[in-house]
């Protein structure tokens, strides 16, 4: 009876939410299922993600030429880095009917190897592109399999994440691998987008065409101030909660959430999201200040530090 009292006042009871997220929960209001729901991977729309889309619309949408301009994406772990480039391809992707036989791939993303070897790199383009090969297939097969299939598939933009990778290796390694990516971006005449850690500008910088190909990109952690609160309150739009929190507004949760994770996107949601779910166990229903000394968390900074000391 309680429940069915409560799928009643739903839409009373989550009128602070966004409707996609109401339409979401609407049959899953219990606390187990609300809990279930905040545990869901979610794309939380920002300033930074924003940024990124609109300069990959502009490589995405530009003519097509020989010296295509190419972008490398760097940022600290957890930044939000993986998770924006997927999305923008996920969007890219999207078709009409999910049933259909996927016929095109504008935004193919491969991730690099573990380390600087551009056989593993044709393999795994090859791999994402659904194209029977060999391993024992030679450079040039594998090339040529690529450029056909591209063309195949009308990709439009190559996105290689982890591309810090190519860092380890010997030189000689290192040297082919950025070699290979020339060679992509030379055949292939469409934008590469690069996307790892701040080490991986040097691997870029080491070739002189590759300098002028690939501008980087700097994704900054979060500073405290207008943009940063916009993002809390985004956050805070999608977490189903009855009562709001305005943890946007409250200046002393604003400063500790920012000093605990050191800005970092994805240990910001991680640890409201945590929050959320005790708020819901204590039948609190609202995020404070208070809850941080209630939830276990550990930064991606703070697992460095304890991984040094185990």
């Not at 391809?89 to 095109?104: C, F, V, W």
């Not at 207008?226 to 946007?248: H, M, N, Q, V």
């Amino acid at each position: 009876m309680s429940q069915k009292v409560e799928n009643n006042n739903f839409y009373e009871d989550y009128e602070h939410l966004i409707p996609p997220i109401v339409k979401e929960i609407r049959d899953n209001a219990s606390d187990e299922e609300r809990i279930e729901f905040i545990r869901k991977p979610k794309f939380i729309r920002h300033s930074k993600a924003e940024a990124i889309f609109k300069m990959l619309d502009e490589l995405y949408y530009a003519p097509r030429e020989d010296r295509m301009q190419s972008y490398l994406f760097v940022g600290d772990g957890n930044i939000g880095k993986t998770h924006t480039v997927k999305r923008y391809a996920k969007m890219k992707n999207s078709q009409d009917d999910p049933n259909d036989i996927q016929t095109k791939i504008p935004v193919l993303c491969v991730l690099a190897p573990v380390k600087a070897n551009y056989k593993v790199l044709y393999d795994n383009i090859l791999t994402a592109l659904h194209v029977p090969f060999r391993t024992t297939d030679s450079d040039t097969q594998k090339e040529v399999k690529i450029a056909t299939y591209i063309e195949d598939f009308q990709v439009k933009m190559l996105i290689i994440d982890e591309i810090h990778n190519g860092l380890t290796g010997s030189a000689n390694q290192q040297k082919e691998f950025t070699n290979a990516i020339k060679n992509l971006s030379n055949i292939l005449r469409i934008p590469i987008v690069l996307v790892g850690v701040q080490e991986a500008v040097s691997l870029v910088n080491r070739d002189h065409q590759l300098k002028s190909r690939f501008k980087p990109i700097k994704i900054k952690n979060w500073e405290i101030d207008d943009e940063f609160r916009a993002f809390l309150k985004s956050i805070e739009l999608t977490l189903p909660l009855k009562e709001k929190s305005y943890i946007y507004t409250d200046e002393k949760f604003i400063t500790k959430i920012h000093q605990v994770t050191n800005g970092i996107t994805g240990d910001i949601i991680s640890i409201i999201n945590k929050m959320a779910i005790r708020a819901i166990e204590k039948k609190k229903e609202k995020i404070d200040i208070k809850l941080f000394n209630e939830i276990d968390y550990i930064t991606v900074d703070n697992s460095k530090i304890y991984a040094q000391e185990i």
